[in-house]
């Protein structure tokens, strides 16, 4: 998508000067600092990009400054987080724009460039990183620095995170200890994709996740089916039993008692704002290379995506997984599972839950929890949402859906949680920027409507 | 367990020489035999080994030529078998005595002497293969030969298959294309384990085997459970729910309408059999390594372990089966499953039911049946049971329980079907035995109450 001046609504904006006009004037700067960005491979999961990370970090601390923003390194006990900031002389409110600089691994045989080579065509700009995180990240920088030499009055904040796609383990230690110095009005975090391409959306909703590996063992070596079979437990069957006791296959249902007491429904306006998103049934399977879904209904498909826990089996382990069949009876079976959870449930609550049902159906039953994540709502009404809505207007021509996310963001969570304030999600990638995937992009398209979107977003948030 | 004189019916032997007396004498000769037959490393299962397999074919048929027998090699698309006969003067019957001269793997540091070389202690003799089965072939070799010094009028062929181990694949091939040259009466075999020290067994029955794997594919690459999670199908939630259908874990029932149909209920006579076998139930979970059985109630165990059908899950494969968790769908899952049978049950027909119930309840999961093995059962009464327990209790002193077995012995099957003869078990192994496991061994006593016992169903078997 790319300009769309139609539908700027005469004489809305706070802004001195035409935003065209300066938004097209950066667009070749704009182009080099994401060239140089995304040339530095901070692949936070490989260990042998250690000094990439800290290079990373420095370059993007270098660039905040060159920017006019006072800037610095937090170091974590993992990879560092830079932190920015433009002060406003009369600033009453300030405002955290949270992005991450490191990007997933990408396998160059799979790229039509190499992946860590900036390569331009057409308005689109490939690379690892381009669209997750760096681009939209960079979008923001640019926006600030606008509204800030027209003088707005709002401290604007930058906390970019590098540990992002590995779980963000350090991430809510370094924003407890830094605490008073993130003191923080709310947050706006610019990581997430629209369901479609000219469709904006703002997503208010994550949910969040218990990890967990049930175990059990029956014996203690591999034993003859032939010679035991019968007399002999299966430490896999009585797994599957237990799966069964806990969860339904066919409906998704959990059967956990208690489990959905804490679900939030969607309201009727919820569902409205879904609706509106551009989502597609067909898009859906397609980017998720899925034969067939649970529901083709949008309705129902969104409200599961979005609203509804989940209760996922992602593999089991122990006995025999090589071709064919081998007759053992294994001593240990282990299942590796997951519930991603929504508002309001409290994943220690659910693990409560999760423990004394196990505990009655099937004591020998080890339960080993791996990965807590709370589910988040933030504001999808009030002044946040109206101005993240003008805001989205003004840069994309479009409303925005309110929608929610499936998905479960560690960073969001901290930050509602430590810093308590509002997390506003305005994501600026697209379905077709492969996102993790070969050939990541972003565009000027979204660059342009999204320097556009922060900065008026910046601007009605100084005068809430 | 040792010579036991008392036990010896008074005048019962037809032999015209004193048992005892040429068992004694043949014992330095029967462990310099076995000494030789042991340190040859037949591995069926190890490519190295291939030479190993053919000197240990060609040495076996030097030995039956020593002894006085005619002996071949034959060939078969994978190891060879080696035939040998003492073809007797106005015999009418044949006797067809089956073995294995291969062996397992071992992996000599857990041995506390190298496996393939002989080591003799108090009248036990260490050796990969010396209880499976290189000893007990001997055996049968030792009391042949004895009868036929004697002029018993009997015919006895041995079939010593090389290829036991790997799950004689060329088996019933070989057993078909020498089906007329292999005519015989009835077979022995000397592969099986005694419940217990002192307590022979004559095995008359074996459960058969339907292996199999499931498969179901729902998409086409690992997706992400936040952002598809609810809406896109999971292939092993979907198989667990077909495995529930299918079977209860606890009741060890499997759910297939028809499944039980042919399912034939041991007698009266034969739980009595069983129940005198001398199984003990701590012994059998020491022996298997296991904390707890589905019963430990000895008559419902051996019911369950001998005269019922199984339904097994070996391993699952697809997903994600690392440390910890992963929180993907996976595209596939596939799980690793089997079935034993029993008298009467046709692992086709329980192919065909099991295809039918699949197609009903869940269409979409490829069935991939991996080994067909049909259950047998042999004579538990009438002239070859009878002899095997006179013979029994002149070699042992006691009269042997006749009981089942729970593997499958597909060249029994094969022998069965394609020669049409009986065929009984007569196993010499203990559990002490280390069969498979390292410290292998046999012992004189199983050996030389073997031979009495041996020589003397011959005696009686010529009779019928």
């Known amino acids: 998508m790319d ?9 809305a904006s706070a802004m001195p000067a035409k935003p065209d006009a300066w938004v097209t004037g950066v667009r070749p700067e704009f182009e080099d600092c994401l060239r140089q960005l995304v040339e530095i491979p901070t692949v936070s999961s490989d260990p042998a990009r250690k000094s990439e990370m800290r290079r990373g970090a420095e370059f993007a601390a270098d660039m905040l400054r060159h920017f006019g923003a006072e800037a610095r390194i937090v170091n974590t006990e ?3 987080a830079v932190v920015g900031e433009f002060r406003a002389e009369g600033a009453l409110r300030t405002i955290t724009v949270y992005n991450h600089l490191d990007v997933q691994p990408a396998t160059p045989s799979e790229w039509t460039h190499p992946p860590f080579t900036y390569y331009a065509e057409d308005g689109r700009y490939y690379a690892r990183g381009a669209t997750d995180d760096k681009g939209p990240a960079l ?16 401290n604007i904040r930058f906390l970019w995170e590098m540990e992002e796609e590995i779980g963000s383990p350090n991430f809510e230690p370094l924003v407890r200890h830094h605490k008073d110095e993130l003191h923080t009005d709310s947050v706006l975090v610019s990581d997430t994709i629209w369901a479609a391409k000219g469709r904006p959306c703002v997503d208010y909703g994550l949910r969040g996740l218990l990890g967990f590996v049930l175990r059990l063992k029956t014996g ?9 079979g019968g007399g002999a437990r299966n430490p896999f069957a009585e797994l599957v039993d237990l799966i069964n006791q806990m969860y339904d296959s066919r409906t998704g249902k959990v059967r956990i008692p208690g489990f959905y007491d804490e679900v939030q429904k969607p309201t009727k306006a ?15 399977k397609a980017a998720h290379g899925l034969k067939s879904l649970r529901s083709n209904d949008p309705a129902t498909l969104m409200k599961s995506l979005w609203t509804q826990p989940t209760f996922e ?6 006995g025999y997984s090589g071709p064919a069949i081998k007759t053992i009876i294994p001593p240990m079976a282990e299942v590796k599972l997951s519930m991603r959870l929504v508002p309001n449930q409290d994943p220690k609550r659910i693990l409560t839950l999760l423990r004394k049902f196990i505990h009655e159906v099937a004591p020998e039953v080890e339960v080993e929890p791996h990965g807590f994540l709370e589910p988040y709502l933030g504001p999808s009404t009030g002044p946040y949402a109206e101005a993240a809505t003008e805001a989205i207007k003004y840069g994309f021509g479009r409303k925005p859906a309110f929608i929610r996310e499936g998905g479960s963001i560690g960073a969001v969570v901290s930050m509602a949680r430590v810093l308590k304030a509002p997390v506003l999600l305005m994501g600026l990638s697209l379905p077709e920027h492969s996102y993790h995937g070969p050939d990541e992009h972003f565009d000027w398209g979204q660059a342009s409507g999204g320097m556009k979107a922060f900065g008026r977003y910046f601007e009605r948030v100084a005068e809430i």
Chains 1, 2 share one sequence.
């Open 313 to 318: 089996i992602h593999g089991f382990a122990g």
């Open 220 to 228: 203690t070596k591999d034993i003859h089916s032939g010679l035991a």
């Open 3 to 11: 300009e769309t001046k139609g539908a700027v609504p005469a004489g």
């Open 139 to 154: 979008v923001a920088l640019f926006a600030a620095r606008r509204v800030r030499s027209c003088g707005l009055p709002l």
């Open 78 to 80: 993992g990879h560092p």
């Open 270 to 284: 919820e569902m409205e704002n879904f609706l509106a998103s551009g989502f597609a049934v067909p898009k859906f």
